[in-house]
């Protein structure tokens, strides 16, 4: 009954909508989401690129460039998030004393995945894929956890920054 009678109200008033990463500090966060987004994003741009190439796209193209589209910009708003989720939630006093570009490197991550967004270019998600390393970089030296870079096992096969996580 009062699950009814507030369901009610809401249909009426339209109260606001709450969301947020967590609602306990669950102290779990990773960059390798937005890593993730971000070598994905590249490698949409190297398909698309292909079907560029294409001296004549059929149906199937059509249908495939728009996936296509739609994934790489579910990735950007991904790597967004993702970042914005760690530096809003993450990062305080400690981290900003060790980390002073933090709030330009976010912002600049921002303004990158809206190019990524915008636009097909491949370097643009390169661009985008060398800030949140960057970022990555210096959300595990905030932790004491030391980094390598590698090339990942898979398209697009570009570098990557990884935690050094030892046993």
């Given at each position: 009954?009062?699950h009814s009678?507030l369901?009610?109200?809401?249909?009426?008033?339209r109260?606001?909508?709450?969301?947020?990463?967590?609602d306990?500090?669950?102290?779990v966060?990773?960059?390798?989401?937005a890593?993730?987004?971000?070598l994905?994003?590249?490698?949409?741009?190297?398909?698309?690129?292909?079907?560029?190439?294409?001296?004549?796209?059929?149906?199937?193209d059509?249908?495939?460039?728009g996936?296509?589209?739609?994934?790489?910009?579910?990735?950007?708003a991904?790597v967004?998030?993702?970042?914005?989720?760690?530096?809003?939630?993450?990062?305080k006093?400690?981290?900003?004393?060790?980390?002073?570009?933090?709030?330009?490197?976010?912002?600049?991550i921002?303004?990158?995945?809206?190019?990524?967004?915008?636009?097909?270019e491949?370097?643009?998600?390169?661009?985008?894929?060398e800030?949140?390393?960057?970022?990555?970089?210096?959300?595990?030296?905030?932790?004491?956890?030391?980094t390598?870079?590698a090339?990942?096992?898979?398209?697009?096969?570009v570098?990557?920054?990884?935690?050094k996580?030892?046993n």
């Open positions: 009954m009062l009678l369901k009610g109200l809401d249909k009426a008033l109260f606001p909508e709450a969301s947020a990463h967590c306990i500090p669950c102290k966060y990773d960059p390798a989401v890593q993730i987004s971000a994905t994003i590249i490698r949409l741009q190297d398909l698309l690129k292909e079907l560029e190439d294409k001296d004549q796209l059929t149906l199937a059509h249908a495939q460039f996936r296509l589209i739609a994934q790489k910009e579910e990735h950007a991904k967004k998030d993702e970042i914005r989720i760690i530096w809003g939630d993450y990062f006093a400690p981290q900003f004393e060790k980390i002073p570009n933090a709030h330009e490197l976010t912002h600049s921002m303004l990158q995945a809206s190019k990524c967004k915008q636009n097909l491949r370097a643009n998600g390169e661009k985008l894929l800030l949140v390393n960057e970022f990555a970089e210096a959300f595990w030296m905030t932790k004491d956890v030391a390598f870079t090339t990942c096992p898979y398209p697009p096969q570098k990557v920054v990884y935690p996580l030892d």
